[in-house]
């Protein structure tokens, strides 16, 4: 048989159940590492777009933006016979949308990449949104999580065909973040926007509303609000 994750968000605790066959391989639960920007490199370097190493410059790195990289843990990935997934009781990564890239599983636990490769988004996803959901599930200790599937919110770190642009669909209650100009998945004020339309659609059972753009500032203050916790932020 095999082991297969069950996720508890009401206990937070990731248990195993075993269907009762043979073992033929587990799934484990381990923290990664990761590089990720916090809360995005103009804001940590104090630096405004146009500075020197500071630009798009079609998605290459620079030593100005590889120096405003942070090393976190990773929580409560998935290990699968030595490949390890960003996959947790928190966030997941999916390829639902165009261009398909794929999971970015891969043999080590270490998840360091810098802006130019396709991995770093979804490094810099997985932690944004874990820490997010763990903040008002845990800490707070509230219940806010998707509706339309069981475990992690999903998000797909290159979607949208590439658009400059990003959405959370109500219908799969997935997120996706295109890479036109700036890829959205570098700034995790665009992956906290993105979350708070979830979170919207979440906390009222599917009856997120856009009347006179409350979704929108739902999620622009959830960005804004991470940017106070992390004291970037200073009132006027
Ligand atoms: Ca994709
Ligand atoms: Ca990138
Ligand atoms: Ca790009
Ligand atoms: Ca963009
Ligand atoms: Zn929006």
């Not at 290990?79 to 398909?100: C, I, K, M, Q, S």
């Not at 997120?175 to 100009?181: P, R, S």
């Given at each position: 048989g095999e082991y297969f994750k069950v996720t508890d968000h009401a206990t937070y605790n990731v248990v195993y159940v075993d269907n009762g066959g043979d073992f033929e391989g587990g799934v484990s639960v381990v923290d990664g590492t990761g590089m990720v920007f916090?809360?995005?490199?103009?804001?940590?370097?104090?630096?405004?777009?146009?500075d020197s190493g500071f630009v798009d410059g079609a998605d290459a790195t620079t030593p100005q933006l590889d120096a405003e990289r942070f090393a976190v843990t990773l929580k409560d990935i998935e290990?699968?016979?030595?490949?390890?997934?960003?996959?947790?009781?928190?966030?997941?990564?999916?390829?639902?949308?165009?261009?398909?890239n794929g999971l970015f599983s891969q043999a080590s636990s270490a998840f360091n990449f810098d802006r130019s490769a396709d991995a770093f988004e979804a490094v810099n996803t997985y932690y944004h949104i874990d820490a997010s959901m763990r903040y008002l599930n845990v800490a707070l200790g509230l219940t806010i999580e998707p509706f339309q599937y069981v475990g992690g919110v999903q998000f797909d770190p290159s979607g949208l065909s590439g658009a400059d642009n990003s959405h959370y669909s109500p219908g799969s209650g997935r997120?996706?973040?295109?890479?036109?100009?700036?890829?959205d998945a570098e700034d995790s004020d665009v992956i906290h926007h993105e979350l708070g339309h979830g979170l919207h659609d979440w906390v009222t059972s599917g009856a997120l509303s856009q009347v006179n753009g409350l979704s929108e500032g739902i999620g622009d203050f959830w960005a804004q609000s991470y940017n106070r916790s992390v004291d970037s932020w200073t009132p006027s």
């Open positions: 916090d809360p995005d490199p103009l804001t940590s370097g104090t630096a405004t777009y146009g290990e699968n016979g030595g490949t390890y997934t960003l996959r947790g009781p928190w966030a997941e990564v999916v390829d639902h949308e165009a261009p398909f997120l996706a973040f295109g890479e036109g100009g700036v890829d």
